[in-house]
């Protein structure tokens, strides 16, 4: 291989510098905040190594390969849990990933070749999103392309297979790089590697110290495997996405035609669906990019007896493959893979112009390709950098689904200190609203109680409350009439801001006295009290009607311990609340028998639609049941009312002994 000349050395300087720029610039709002992903990666699986020590498999979140997290430990470990920690080892990833881009195009194309590719790896939309998340995808880049560099050079150097150090710098490159313990997509690359060798064409057949670091590789990962072979579940995020698959066995190939036709059209029709990591559909080029792609690829096919042309094509095969059997299509994340390989094959187009026919002097032609280079390189640049940075991070969906109005709530909450008390609508499918704005405000002092504002509110102490809601977010109408009195100070973007005043029960309200709090309310558990139960008035008997429970905090909650579950949780493994109300009301229309029972069937509408976890003593919140009205929804009900653990289905119990209270309500009326 040439030495680096100096022009070539400064302009990879620069190329280095770039890529890291813009993987570690404006990190607080592109990707705009945290999503699921990110924050299960790194607190269930990177933190959770630093609690109880490595492991060989994880087998929450379908099932996860131990490097990516265990390397991140580290870095946790030295920095605590933050924006920078938890996403500095996808941005070295992506870095690495540019360079090494470099290197393979330097070694098998040339020095033009291998800076152009690198370049548009550094700019590259799609290599910018695996580079500034906190999951593990771009992890298994680097190894992957460690790995080709050293088959290329094993398979075309012949001088290298008598040298350990090369077979086991394959060997390691291949069994990590293969996805095997970075990301379960790399797993095509024993399949890549071991067809690359007839394909390539060795100078001479040296296949021996070539399949031995091949089965190096294999051992490596053994133990993987082994762990995940024991494991219950495991690999179920291979089940969940091969729909496809699992079509085609049942006799219905149109869900594998259809991926495979949609994935063979992400460079100019239909990109990845997903607002997580893509503006949703956006291909990977624009019209001039794709048609300079397909020319390139139109070139390395009329080139296939080329040992370059050869690898490069399969490698992109074997990189887009995952898309074909599993969904979504198009998939960035499935083809996370052939990343490189597409722009290396974009970046061979330069080197094929120069090549034709033009009648030029060597040094026009040179100037000829690097016209071209910089022509592909400004194409991609001028679309993905603003698609990246401006378009996709403020897109109203992306800033939903990263929890951005979080975000923006913390620094609210860091600016306006003297707010101390205050709930926060959250939809509550999981603790993970709550960690985000932790972990983006980790000193702010405020004690915030956590809600579901489709259908409760919490009262601070039992007075009026500040309280921050999403937009976008849906509330039940009962407490849509509550939202009457706008916040103090102006909420961040993208939340509503409001001061509510308790909403007391009318006369009408059920109470069911007892002794145990001063208003003679019945305690649950010695902690939380039922005050009151009342209709909402019906709209209209053919809609839903609701029943409001009013509550009241009279002690700490006799709770578990919270602990953080991935999601999906391991096999076994009970990930969903810890406390619920049960509400079932029998409803009569010729009125209960001599024992009292009711002639009608039972209706259920169970939930806590708040954080348990986030009361204090002294709260009081309102939640309301829905229930599908009937033709008996006018007459005389019985309402049985209680706590429990929906995990063990126990019960909690006032001091009388019993686990329910028992209520005689009137039917819901119109207003």
């Given at each position: 291989?040439?030495?680096?000349?100096?022009?070539?050395?400064?302009?990879?300087?620069?190329?280095?510098?770039?890529?890291?720029?813009?993987?570690?610039?404006?990190?607080?709002?592109?990707?705009?905040?945290?999503?699921?992903?990110?924050?299960?990666?790194?607190?269930?699986?990177?933190?959770?190594?630093?609690?109880?020590?490595?492991?060989?498999?994880?087998?929450?979140?379908?099932?996860?390969?131990?490097?990516?997290?265990?390397?991140?430990?580290?870095v946790v470990a030295l920095a605590g849990i933050n924006q920078a920690s938890a996403r500095w080892l996808s941005a070295v990833a992506g870095l690495l990933a540019a360079l090494l881009t470099w290197a393979v195009g330097r070694r098998i194309w040339g020095r033009s070749t291998g800076l152009l590719a690198g370049g548009l790896v550094a700019v590259s939309f799609w290599a910018l999103m695996y580079s500034r998340v906190a999951v593990r995808h771009m992890g298994a880049l680097p190894w992957m392309l460690l790995a080709i560099y050293w088959a290329w050079r094993m398979l075309r150097e012949p001088q290298l297979c008598r040298r350990r150090q090369s077979v086991a710098v394959l060997g390691m490159a291949a069994g990590v790089a293969g996805g095997l313990l970075t990301y379960y997509a790399g797993r095509v690359m024993p399949a890549l590697l071991l067809t690359a060798y007839p394909l390539v064409r060795p100078?001479?057949?040296?296949?021996?110290?070539?399949?031995?670091?091949?089965?190096?590789?294999?051992?490596?990962?053994?133990?993987?495997?082994?762990?995940?072979?024991?494991?219950?579940?495991?690999?179920?995020?291979?089940?969940?996405?091969?729909?496809?698959?699992?079509?085609?066995?049942?006799?219905?190939?149109?869900?594998?035609?259809?991926?495979t036709?949609?994935?063979?059209?992400?460079?100019?029709?239909?990109?990845?669906?997903?607002?997580?990591?893509?503006?949703?559909?956006?291909?990977?080029?624009?019209?001039?990019?794709?048609?300079?792609?397909?020319?390139?690829?139109?070139?390395?096919?009329?080139?296939?007896?080329?040992?370059?042309?050869?690898?490069?094509?399969?490698?992109?095969a074997?990189?887009?493959?995952?898309?074909?059997?599993?969904?979504?299509?198009?998939?960035?994340?499935?083809?996370?893979?052939?990343?490189?390989?597409?722009?290396?094959?974009?970046?061979?187009?330069?080197?094929?112009?120069?090549?034709?026919?033009?009648?030029?002097?060597?040094?026009?032609?040179?100037?000829?390709?690097?016209?071209?280079?910089?022509?592909?390189?400004?194409?991609?640049?001028?679309?993905?950098?603003?698609?990246?940075?401006?378009?996709?991070?403020?897109?109203?969906?992306?800033?939903?689904?990263?929890?951005?109005?979080?975000?923006?709530?913390?620094?609210?909450?860091?600016?306006?200190?003297?707010?101390?008390?205050?709930a926060v609508g959250s939809m509550l499918f999981g603790p993970w609203d709550k960690v985000a704005l932790q972990t983006d405000a980790p000193n702010i002092t405020a004690r915030i109680r956590w809600v579901n504002p489709e259908r409760a509110l919490v009262f601070v102490g039992g007075g009026p409350t500040h309280l921050y809601l999403?937009?976008?977010?849906?509330?039940?109408?009962?407490?849509?009439?509550?939202?009457?009195?706008?916040?103090?100070?102006?909420?961040?973007?993208?939340?509503?801001?409001?001061?509510?005043?308790?909403?007391?029960?009318s006369e009408k309200a059920v109470r069911h006295t007892g002794a145990g709090t001063p208003t003679g309310a019945v305690l649950f558990a010695d902690a939380l009290a039922l005050d009151a139960v009342q209709w909402v008035p019906l709209e209209d008997l053919d809609g839903p009607f609701w029943l409001a429970t009013w509550w009241s905090v009279h002690a700490p909650l006799p709770l578990p311990p919270e602990r953080l579950i991935p999601h999906p949780p391991p096999p076994d493994v009970y990930s969903g609340p810890r406390l619920a109300v049960f509400a079932h009301f029998e409803m009569s229309s010729e009125g209960e028998d001599a024992e009292g029972h009711a002639s009608e069937v039972v209706?259920?509408?169970?939930?806590?639609?708040?954080?348990?976890y986030s009361l204090r003593p002294g709260d009081r919140f309102i939640q309301f049941h829905r229930f599908e009205a009937a033709p008996s929804a006018t007459v005389p009900v019985r309402c049985r009312l209680g706590l429990y653990d929906p995990l063990t289905g126990e019960r909690w119990r006032t001091p009388s002994g019993d686990d329910h209270l028992l209520l005689h309500l009137d039917a819901p009326r119109l207003p």
């Open positions: 291989m040439k030495r680096l000349h100096s022009v070539e050395r400064a302009t990879l300087v620069a190329l280095l510098l770039l890529t890291w720029a813009l993987r570690w610039v404006v990190l607080l709002g592109a990707p705009p905040g945290w999503r699921d992903d990110d924050l299960i990666e790194v607190y269930t699986f990177s933190a959770r190594i630093l609690e109880e020590g490595p492991a060989l498999y994880f087998p929450g979140a379908s099932g996860h390969e131990p490097l990516f997290h265990t390397l991140r430990a580290a100078r001479r057949r040296r296949w021996r110290p070539y399949l031995l670091a091949l089965v190096l590789g294999g051992l490596m990962a053994a133990p993987m495997f082994w762990a995940a072979a024991g494991t219950a579940g495991a690999d179920a995020r291979v089940s969940e996405l091969a729909v496809p698959i699992h079509s085609l066995r049942s006799g219905d190939p149109r869900p594998l035609l259809h991926t036709w949609t994935t063979l059209g992400m460079a100019h029709a239909r990109g990845d669906p997903e607002w997580l990591y893509n503006l949703s559909e956006r291909p990977v080029f624009g019209a001039l990019g794709a048609a300079a792609f397909y020319i390139a690829l139109l070139t390395a096919l009329y080139h296939w007896r080329q040992p370059a042309e050869r690898l490069l094509l399969l490698w992109l074997a990189g887009i493959g995952p898309a074909f059997i599993s969904l979504p299509p198009s998939s960035y994340g499935h083809t996370i893979l052939a990343l490189p390989a597409v722009y290396l094959l974009l970046a061979t187009l330069p080197s094929t112009v120069t090549q034709l026919p033009w009648g030029l002097s060597r040094r026009g032609r040179r100037i000829a390709g690097i016209g071209v280079a910089l022509l592909l390189w400004s194409l991609v640049a001028a679309r993905d950098l603003p698609d990246y940075f401006v378009h996709w991070p403020n897109h109203p969906m992306v800033r939903f689904l990263y929890r951005a109005n979080y975000r923006d709530l913390a620094h609210h909450l860091e600016i306006h200190d003297e707010i101390q008390d205050l999403q937009r976008e977010g849906a509330r039940a109408q009962p407490i849509q009439a509550l939202l009457n009195r706008a916040a103090p100070s102006p909420p961040p973007p993208g939340m509503q801001g409001y001061w509510v005043e308790p909403a007391a029960p209706h259920i509408d169970d939930g806590l639609w708040l954080d348990p």
